[in-house]
């Protein structure tokens, strides 16, 4: 099958849903096998994770004989395989050039894949909250270490055989528990803004259960609530 530019002239170039498909194509079946699975046993793996891919679905498309790839296949032969979905689209180091959409150039396939998982920003293009839960994740891990250090610090201070070593460990108490609390607070408003934006921020572990400030009761007075 052929690309049709816009000029309405074929060009001797397979089109890019066919191109897309190739890769996802092969890269399940180089899996496949790098697994030592057939497609029997690739179809089990499916159909064990919910969606069902008959053998002969599988055998089809890696031959180039199925006509469309729907989106959750796509998402469940990924995991079968214990690889991620972008990884079958654009698979690194085993196709060298490919196209992002239709009517571009070939471009290496380390560049579409970054580009699609949005490592790479693309001009104009919006992550959404993407940016946000990153931030909120990196918080969380910086709000636990601290607290951890913390916790640390005061077993120190509780075991120190000297004035000096108890008041270092002090210091050290003293420090991490201020970078706790102001990571706490940012966590804070990062979570205000999320929900700004008619979204749901991610879920807290229980150390950080004081984050959010408890929703005000309903069922009291203006003047209780003072």
Request: net charge negative; charged share 35%.
């Amino acid at each position: 099958m052929t690309q049709r530019r816009f000029d309405d002239e074929e060009d001797d170039v397979p089109e890019w849903a066919d191109r897309i498909k190739a890769n996802v194509a092969g890269e399940v079946r180089r899996r496949r096998k790098e697994m030592g699975w057939s497609a029997q046993d690739l179809a089990d793996r499916c159909e064990q994770l919910g969606h069902p891919i008959p053998r002969n679905v599988i055998a089809n498309m890696e031959s180039g004989r199925r006509a469309n790839l729907p989106l959750v296949d796509v998402m469940v032969l990924a995991a079968a395989l214990e690889t991620y979905p972008p990884c079958l689209i654009f698979p690194v180091g085993y196709v060298d050039r490919t196209q992002e959409l239709p009517f571009q150039d070939l471009i290496p396939t380390w560049e579409a894949l970054r580009r699609f998982t949005g490592e790479e920003e693309v001009s104009l293009h919006d992550a959404g909250l993407v940016p946000d839960f990153e931030r909120h994740a990196s918080l969380v891990r910086t709000a636990l270490a601290a607290l951890e250090e913390e916790e640390q610090a005061r077993f120190a201070a509780k075991t120190a055989t000297s004035r000096a070593q108890r008041e270092e460990a002090e210091r050290k108490r003293n420090e991490y528990a201020d970078q706790a609390i102001s990571v706490k607070y940012s966590l804070r408003y990062l979570r205000r803004d999320i929900r700004d934006e008619g979204a749901t921020p991610p879920d807290l572990p229980p150390a950080l259960g004081d984050v959010d400030l408890p929703a005000p009761e309903t069922n009291t007075t203006p003047e209780e609530r003072l």
